[in-house]
């Protein structure tokens, strides 16, 4: 009999002791009244298609960017396709894609013969072939869009 009231006593000052430890949240201001500082206002529309014979959903979202040099200005766009769900999903989210503007090489299967390289533009979602003209020492677009791309790299392998 002794033991259990021992044992009662004992549970009750461990009880005790751990609602006394248990730490009081505090009150912070910050996260009831939120402040947002000043900043340019967001497009919040975008441009919606649905394919009547498919019933793909397209939207797109143009992100405005500013003009580069000589009024050279890509096109940014954040784009949804309904029927890409089912693909392997992006860094954004299953059916979800960002245009993008690049310079890749393509080797056409052929790693140790670099003579039949192609370096290819991609930019506006247009791929355009990229020609190399050893007299400006500069790339032009095969078909003339008057692009012109400059190796400026200067890597030991030429690329």
Same mark, same amino acid.
Request: proline share 6%; aromatic share 10%.
């Given at each position: 009999?002794? &033991?259990?009231?021992?044992?009662?006593?004992?549970?009750?000052?461990?009880? #005790?002791?751990?609602?006394? %430890?248990?730490?009081?949240?505090?009150?912070?201001?910050?996260?009831?009244? %939120?402040?947002? $500082?000043?900043? !340019?206002?967001?497009?919040?529309?975008?441009?919606?298609?649905?394919? /009547?014979? *498919?019933?793909?959903? @397209?939207?797109?979202? !143009?992100? #405005? +960017? !500013? $003009?580069?040099?000589?009024?050279?200005?890509?096109?940014?766009? /954040?784009?949804?396709?309904?029927?890409?769900? &089912?693909? @392997?999903? *992006?860094? +954004?989210?299953?059916?979800?894609?960002?245009?993008?503007?690049?310079?890749?090489?393509?080797? =056409?299967?052929?790693? =140790? =013969? #670099?003579?039949?390289?192609?370096?290819? +533009?991609?930019?506006?979602?247009? &791929?355009?072939? +990229?020609?190399?003209? &050893?007299?400006?020492? @500069?790339?032009?677009?095969?078909?003339?869009?008057?692009?012109?791309?400059?190796?400026?790299?200067? %890597? $030991?392998?030429?690329?």
């Amino acid at each position: 009999m002794k &033991k259990q009231y021992l044992l009662i006593i004992t549970l009750i000052i461990i009880l #005790a002791v751990s609602v006394i %430890a248990t730490p009081v949240e505090e009150y912070k201001p910050f996260l009831h009244k %939120a402040n947002v $500082p000043e900043h !340019p206002k967001l497009l919040t529309s975008g441009i919606s298609e649905v394919q /009547l014979f *498919t019933g793909e959903e @397209r939207f797109t979202y !143009p992100i #405005a +960017l !500013p $003009p580069g040099t000589n009024g050279l200005q890509p096109r940014l766009e /954040l784009t949804y396709e309904s029927h890409k769900t &089912k693909d @392997r999903p *992006t860094i +954004l989210g299953t059916g979800w894609k960002l245009t993008e503007n690049y310079v890749q090489l393509n080797i =056409n299967s052929t790693l =140790n =013969n #670099a003579t039949d390289d192609i370096y290819e +533009l991609v930019f506006d979602g247009v &791929k355009y072939d +990229l020609l190399y003209i &050893k007299s400006e020492e @500069r790339f032009h677009t095969e078909q003339e869009t008057f692009f012109y791309i400059v190796n400026e790299t200067g %890597a $030991p392998n030429g690329h």
